[in-house]
């Protein structure tokens, strides 16, 4: 978020006041939340607050199953826990796949337990008629009908890796936007440079498995002048 700030600062000193009537600067939170305002959807999605009750109600409600985490519900379990959902679904990890996971995973009964608790929290939440999917996952179903990616030319800027969500995303963005540049900085140094270079194939990758022209091009490093 921060960062679109200043990307948006930097936008109007290059371009001046006029760059605004033509291109805007946004997160993927607020690309998020105009999408479902252009599609008139209002998921009933909890607040911080709502997900910390219903966490713990999720982790009571397995107590008895449970292996790795049984005995235990402190708040810094319950916050823990919310971070690693959090991870989960960027990762578009199911909690079936957890439960599958348990079965051939190192660490089973860590495993076993986060899914057995990823699967209670959201029952939970949708037996109190809110929403457990991820706002940003619900957005990513509607891009194809959002008349405001049409004829779009997107830069992707200030990002050195992207989590599945976020790769889902773009494979709907490449489909529909016009142009979808993404900008790397990359160095010599492989180390310091590991998780762009990581990255570096993604874009290319997504763009083939939706038969979309693709194309890696070096831009000249500018050195700063002394």
């Not at 679904?89 to 348990?102: D, F, M, S």
């Not at 590991?194 to 070096?218: S, Y």
């Amino acid at each position: 978020e921060s960062y679109s700030h200043q990307a948006e600062r930097r936008m109007l000193e290059v371009c001046g006041n006029s760059g605004s009537r033509y291109t805007s600067v946004i997160s993927w939170s607020k690309l998020t939340r105009d999408i479902l305002s252009d599609a008139g959807v209002q998921p009933r999605t909890l607040d911080a607050g709502g997900r910390v009750l219903h966490m713990h109600r999720a982790l009571a409600s397995c107590q008895l199953n449970l292996r790795h985490f049984k005995g235990t519900a402190g708040p810094q379990l319950i916050t823990r826990l919310l971070e690693t959902l959090d991870e989960l679904t960027a990762g578009q990890i199911t909690p079936e796949a957890l439960l599958r996971a348990a079965q051939a995973d190192g660490l089973p009964d860590k495993m076993y337990d986060l899914g057995l608790i990823y699967s209670a929290y959201n029952a939970h939440v949708r037996g109190s008629g809110m929403d457990p999917r991820d706002p940003f996952d619900i957005a990513c179903q509607l891009m194809p009908k959002s008349p405001r990616l049409q004829r779009l030319h997107l830069f992707i800027d200030g990002f050195s890796g992207f989590t599945a969500q976020r790769r889902q995303a773009l494979i709907h963005l490449l489909t529909i936007c016009t142009q979808v540049n993404i900008p790397l900085l990359l160095g010599l140094d492989k180390v310091l440079f590991t998780q762009q270079e990581k990255t570096r194939g993604q874009p290319m990758q997504l763009a083939q498995r939706v038969g979309i022209h693709a194309a890696e091009v070096p831009m000249a490093s500018r050195t700063p002048a002394h």
